[in-house]
């Protein structure tokens, strides 16, 4: 039966156009004027810090750790975003829920 819903779906929109959002263009970033290396494609990291560029957010809250390193390594090369050290994994949720209440825009917590 699961299959039979995912290709009715797939049927009901064979045909229509996806519209071309922002975030769907394959983008590089500049390293710094480092030649080379300048043009490679993008970690996952830097993907995720270039959707939170593109949102416009400022602030990311959060705890360092060992499963984060490269999100962080990613914010710090950022101009837009910085990095606001907390004590505590849910401080850093409680901070980011007030500030996206308080000032509207988006608020984002990340921990090991």
Known sequence: MHGAMVSAMSSRFAGVARPQVPWD?????DRGGL???ADQEMTGAEVLVDALERHG???VFGVPGHGNTNVLDAIYGS?????KLVRHEQ???HIADGYARVSGQVGVC???
């Not at 263009?25 to 970033?29: N, Q, Y």
């Not at 101009?79 to 990095?83: E, G, M, R, T």
Request: glycine share 4%.
């Open 35 to 37: 030649g080379a290396v």
């Open 91 to 93: 401080a850093a949720a």
């Open 57 to 59: 957010v400022r602030y």
């Open 110 to 112: 990340c921990s090991s």
């Open 79 to 83: 101009d837009q975003i910085d990095f």
């Open 25 to 29: 263009t394959p983008r590089t970033r």
